[in-house]
């Protein structure tokens, strides 16, 4: 394990106990419920750049496993929709946080009258040694974490994810990315890694790493500007766009032609016929929009047709795609 997890360690231990509002900057709007009310300290706390919390992931009262507890609020969000003991599972190496997430987790049972922190499991641990027995998880998130560990370790924490997983399982995750090379200075200062900055990666090679786990349907659901590392105050030539990325990989079956890798990708068939069939598992409804995976939408495109218009990625899928 890398000697500069004690430096991560350092500064979430100070963010836990002096929060910081500027720490991170989620740039997805906070989810809100019927019956929810998020405490003002998890709100300051809010250490994350995206968000995990998918309802159409939650259905059935999942078992939840979170990754990095932070404020708590993930993990408030979550047992909404796992309202039993022990059902949602949060982690963290970071003593001092785990504590000031109990507390937070009290004050919000007084707000919110259908909550009991006895829903959230504590638990002391990292992700590169989940606490968490094989195959016991429906659904594993965790936000802006995995953007700390160089490449090694993040590889490892995939691995335990992936481990603990039940079949058809879902990772839900945000992270900062980048399309440009991080410089190596940056890379190796301690502290802009431990902020979620200098460890981004391309989106691709983010991909890349999830797949070669084993995940065998990815779902990139969002990805917006995040941060500008800039040659003003950083030590860049050049300003470097930090963007975010919330990403869904399915514990399922790897396909034989390698992943479904949906970007939000759409197929519009609008020829003479009522639908357009490639007989490899793909109807299209004349002029009704299709998402489809990446590799399909080659498929297509390689047919060359004058009736079906396939669309770019936008990086914002929400279900109901062709796999």
């Known amino acids: 394990m890398g000697t500069y997890l004690d430096t991560v360690k350092d500064v979430y231990k100070q963010a ?29 706390m809010n250490y994350g750049c995206g968000s995990t919390v998918h309802p159409r992931d ?10 990095g507890v932070g404020g708590g609020m993930e993990l408030l969000q979550f047992s909404y929709f796992s309202r039993s003991k022990g059902k949602v599972i949060g982690v963290d190496p970071v003593e001092e946080m785990l504590s000031v997430c109990a507390e937070n987790l009290t004050e ?13 499991d504590l638990k002391l641990g990292d992700a590169l040694n989940l606490p968490v027995e094989d195959e016991s ?4 998130a965790q936000n802006c974490l995995f953007n700390i560990f160089y490449e090694n370790e993040l590889e490892i924490a995939l691995k335990e994810i992936y481990r603990v997983l039940k079949p058809n399982g879902r990772l839900s995750l945000s992270d900062p990315i980048s399309e440009q090379p991080i410089p190596e200075n940056l890379k190796n200062d301690e502290r802009l890694r431990a902020l979620c900055l200098s460890g981004a990666i391309s989106l691709q090679d983010y991909i890349d790493k999830i797949t070669a786990i084993g995940f065998g349907t990815i779902e990139v659901r969002a990805k917006r500007p995040y941060r500008i590392l800039d040659t003003l105050h950083y030590g860049t030539d050049d300003n470097i766009l930090i963007e975010s990325v919330e990403i869904c990989a399915i514990k399922d079956s790897m396909p034989k032609d390698g992943p479904c890798i949906f970007t939000d990708k759409t197929v519009i068939y609008f020829g003479k016929e009522d639908s357009f069939d490639d007989h490899k598992g793909h109807l299209v409804i004349k002029n009704q929009p299709l998402s489809v995976c990446d590799k399909t939408a080659v498929a297509l495109a390689a047919l060359e047709r004058n009736d ?8 914002f899928y929400d279900g109901g795609g062709c796999c």
Do not use: H
């Open 16 to 44: 836990a106990i002096n929060p910081d509002k500027g720490l991170c900057c989620t740039t997805t709007p906070i989810w809100q419920f019927p019956e929810l009310s998020i405490p003002n300290k998890m709100l300051e």
């Open 58 to 67: 939650l259905v059935n009262e999942p078992k939840i496993l979170y990754v």
């Open 108 to 120: 919000a049972q007084k707000q919110n009258r259908w909550f009991n922190p006895d829903f959230i």
């Open 137 to 140: 998880i429906d659904v594993a």
């Open 308 to 315: 079906i218009y396939i669309s770019g990625s936008t990086y």
